[in-house]
């Protein structure tokens, strides 16, 4: 079977394992309705989206509308044919797959137990903790060892279009609002934010222009492969200089401390585990099967 037919089957498998997981309760058709339907197998509404997102999740943004429900329904119920077939000869008693199974299994009891016992325990953090947390590692994580500059990208097609928004933007609109309304770069977000950036690691032609800006100024275009784009300078620090916090930052810095405090909620939670559970590590056993004696370099 070639990659191309592989692996839009093997993501289906995947996310119907998944619903077979999270939806086996009876469905109230009513409210979710089948629509489609292979033996006695039956796709609901509510599965499909979720089979639809997840797949124009992995295309660009650009590409998502050319996913549409009845291709994932059509791959769904050719996965489904070959997986009934699968069955049929046996397939699904093959100890290689029971292991494959166990182990999906366990990857989705393990997310489950953190959504259930550390996400939803754990959903907030103080003011209090943020600035504790920040003043710990401002000096290793927020003091800025190079000049970085920050800057908003808008990106067009054409250069007579670059060259208008860059008057208008020098005339005084919004340039987060020139860039939702007219870039062509979706994956720096509404605003095309790019936040901050060493000269080394910005391509040479935006570089050259954007180290010799002042902070606030607006650029003539400047060409790439894709089109056009004009940068904004928004922000500045040199060596020494901590990194200052915007919204985004902030936020980013919330979610941190957050992602630190359920890391130790789990820990805790393993180590009550562990109180009630004899564990065993044999890793000698490891070495003498995998790396015997003699044999490493």
């Known amino acids: 079977m070639s990659d191309k037919i592989r692996k839009p089957l093997l993501l289906v498998m995947i996310l119907?394992?998944?619903?077979?997981?999270?939806?086996?309760?009876?469905?109230?058709?009513t409210e979710d309705p089948v629509v489609a339907q292979v033996g006695s197998e039956k796709l609901h509404a509510s599965e499909l989206k979720i089979m639809l997102e997840a797949k124009r999740a992995t295309v660009p943004e650009n590409k998502q509308y050319e996913i549409t429900p009845e291709m994932v329904m059509d791959e769904?119920?050719?996965?489904?044919?070959?997986?009934?077939?699968?069955?049929?000869?046996?397939?699904?008693?093959?100890?290689?797959?029971?292991r494959k199974v166990d182990q999906y299994l366990n990857t989705l009891l393990v997310d489950k137990m953190w959504k259930e016992e550390v996400e939803k325990k754990v959903d907030s953090v103080s003011e209090q903790e943020v600035s504790d947390f920040?003043?710990?590692?401002?000096?290793?994580?927020?003091?800025?060892?190079?000049?970085?500059?920050?800057?908003?990208?808008?990106?067009?097609?054409?250069?007579?279009?670059?060259?208008?928004?860059?008057?208008?933007?020098?005339?005084?609109?919004d340039f987060a609002k020139l860039v939702e309304q007219y870039s062509i770069r979706k994956d720096l977000g509404l605003d095309g934010d790019m936040g901050y950036s060493r000269q080394e690691e910005l391509p040479k032609q935006l570089a050259e222009v954007a180290f010799k800006m002042q902070v606030g100024e607006v650029s003539?275009?400047?060409?790439?492969?894709?089109?056009?784009?004009?940068?904004?300078?928004?922000?500045?620090?040199e060596p020494g200089e901590y990194m200052p916090l915007g919204e985004k930052e902030q936020k980013q810095l919330e979610d941190r401390v957050l992602l630190e405090k359920r890391k130790q909620y789990a820990l805790d939670f393993l180590d009550e585990l562990k109180k009630n559970t004899e564990v065993f590590k044999f890793l000698h056993k490891y070495q003498d099967a995998i790396e015997p004696e003699g044999t490493s370099k």
Not at 76 to 93: F, H, P, V
Not at 140 to 168: N, W
Request: glycine residues 6%; contains cysteine; charged residues 30%.
């Open 16 to 29: 119907m394992t998944l619903l077979m997981v999270s939806c086996a309760s009876n469905k109230n058709e």
């Open 76 to 98: 769904w119920i050719n996965g489904t044919l070959i997986s009934q077939e699968a069955k049929n000869r046996g397939y699904d008693k093959d100890a290689e797959i029971q």
């Open 134 to 173: 920040y003043n710990a590692v401002k000096d290793t994580d927020y003091k800025s060892k190079y000049s970085q500059l920050r800057m908003s990208l808008l990106t067009v097609k054409g250069e007579a279009e670059a060259t208008e928004l860059a008057k208008r933007a020098r005339a005084g609109e």
């Open 220 to 237: 003539d275009p400047i060409k790439f492969e894709v089109g056009y784009s004009i940068v904004k300078i928004t922000g500045k620090v």
